[in-house]
């Protein structure tokens, strides 16, 4: 590590910050580290990102190509791509999950804008990304029985890969577009200084592909670290909706309940990968939740083989 903390402070050197104050800042669930760098009267934030297990690369790109599209992505005041380091703009600390629970902000509000914003995303022509395709998304899937229940042996295994091989055609409706992946309330900041959909900070979309409209929406509503209300998350659907008169709403309506099935299938696993391998057990708190989540995406009727499937082997039904 004293290697790193020497790497860190040459590229605060050239960059004119020698000295100055670091104070660490929450992480994510990769390697990537923040601190909050402070001198001079400015305040800017490191990201640290050890080039043996991350490349800033994608981050840079696609953080250039968000605020080309008027977006609030965070400025990069300086970057060493080899170094892994990269010295960012900093946004504040009022993200949607916090902000809201402390209580005071509108939380229609927030997702109104936020499902506008995405609705924006999807209409801009994409920059060259990876594709979100139907293997990426079995494998991600796959985490479930690999992580969150690896006990329960090949023949039961093989039968969930078959009956998400028969799913995964229903989740593409609508044009392919760009998917940010991670579009949830700890991703986005409120910036209510700022005007329009600007209002919205962006972080954590170094992992964006081009895919399945459905899925930033599924990921935004359906959280995994906080409870969105029904009532609220059925609105913003009618206005995401309403916003894409191109799509045909029983079909999106199927392709958001696949989405979310898989989305939140692979969030279990991650979750316990994160508890086993990594020992952040923080994670199996949310898990509950995220449960939850898939139960209520099992309700809809083309999942009714893959309901059977996590009653007979996870003891989870659909919801009520």
């Avoid at 590590?1 to 040459?10: E, P, Y």
């Avoid at 400015?42 to 977006?71: E, H, K, N, S, T």
């Avoid at 629970?101 to 927030?110: I, Q, S």
Wanted: aromatic share 8%; glycine share 8%; net charge neutral.
């Amino acid at each position: 590590m004293r290697g790193r903390d020497a790497a860190i402070g040459d590229f605060l050197a050239r960059c004119g910050l020698a000295g100055a104050s670091r104070l660490p800042l929450a992480g994510d669930a990769s390697v990537r580290r923040y601190e909050r760098v402070a001198a001079g009267g400015r305040r800017l934030v490191l990201m640290d990102a050890p080039p043996a297990a991350l490349d800033i690369g994608p981050f840079l790109a696609i953080g250039a190509w968000l605020r080309g599209q008027g977006l609030s992505a965070p400025q990069v005041i300086a970057a060493d791509r080899a170094a892994g380091l990269a010295l960012l703009e900093d946004l504040g600390d009022d993200l949607f999950r916090p902000l809201l629970a402390r209580g005071g902000a509108d939380e229609a509000l927030l997702y109104r804008t936020a499902i506008d914003l995405l609705v924006t995303l999807q209409r801009a022509a994409p920059p060259p990304l990876p594709r979100y395709d139907d293997a990426w998304l079995s494998r991600e899937a796959r985490l479930l029985v690999e992580w969150y229940a690896p006990d329960l042996g090949a023949a039961a295994a093989a039968d969930y890969d078959a009956i998400w091989r028969d799913l995964l055609p229903l989740a593409w409706v609508g044009a392919d577009g760009f998917v940010y992946v991670d579009y949830h309330s700890d991703n986005l900041l409120w910036l209510p200084k700022r005007t329009g959909l600007a209002r919205i900070g962006l972080l954590d979309f170094q992992d964006a592909r081009c895919g399945p409209p459905a899925y930033d929406l599924v990921s935004l509503l359906e959280d995994a670290r906080r409870d969105v209300d029904p009532d609220l998350a059925r609105a913003m659907l009618e206005r995401y909706l309403t916003a894409r008169p191109d799509l045909d709403q029983v079909a999106f309506r199927a392709a958001c309940a696949v989405l979310g099935a898989q989305r939140n299938a692979k969030i279990l696993g991650l979750f316990a990968r994160l508890a086993a391998r990594d020992g952040k057990r923080q994670y199996l708190d949310l898990q509950p939740r995220v449960r939850a989540h898939l139960a209520g995406a099992l309700r809809h009727p083309a999942l009714a083989p893959l309901g059977a499937w996590c009653e007979r082997y996870l003891k989870l039904g659909a919801a009520p």
